[in-house]
């Protein structure tokens, strides 16, 4: 069983930058696409940004394109969100999800693991 945990949200000033952390245990994330999302107050969740297993496709919402930058280190079975220039609206629950397989899947439906989210605040 795959059991995903996220870690590294908090409260950022706008300009500034926070990075998420994604792991696991019980199995490793090295042959799973990787996905984050988040959910803020009173919307759907959307997209943010995916990886594939291999690390070769990312692909980013409008919205934080040349903001935010998804990686992964396969030596340490991380997943990396780095979330730089944020902006209030920003200010969401960010999930870490993983899905089987070498595509970078977008839709949150297709992700069949989750964790229980991170609280990523952006304010003055």
């Known amino acids: 069983q795959l059991h995903i945990v996220e870690s590294g949200g908090g409260l950022a000033q706008p300009g500034g930058s926070l990075r998420l952390s994604c792991t696991s245990s019980?199995?490793?994330?090295?042959?799973?696409?990787i996905g984050w999302f988040r959910q803020g107050p009173g919307q759907e969740r959307e997209g943010v940004s995916t990886i594939s297993s291999g690390g070769g496709v990312t692909k980013y919402a409008d919205s934080v394109k040349g903001r935010f930058t998804i990686t992964r280190d396969k030596s340490t079975n991380m997943v990396y969100l780095q979330m730089n220039s944020l902006k209030p609206e920003d200010t969401a629950v960010y999930y870490c999800a993983a899905e089987p397989g070498n595509k970078a899947p977008w839709s949150p439906d297709e992700y069949d693991y989750w964790g229980q989210g991170t609280q990523v605040t952006v304010s003055s």
């Open positions: 019980g199995l490793s994330l090295n042959d799973y696409a």
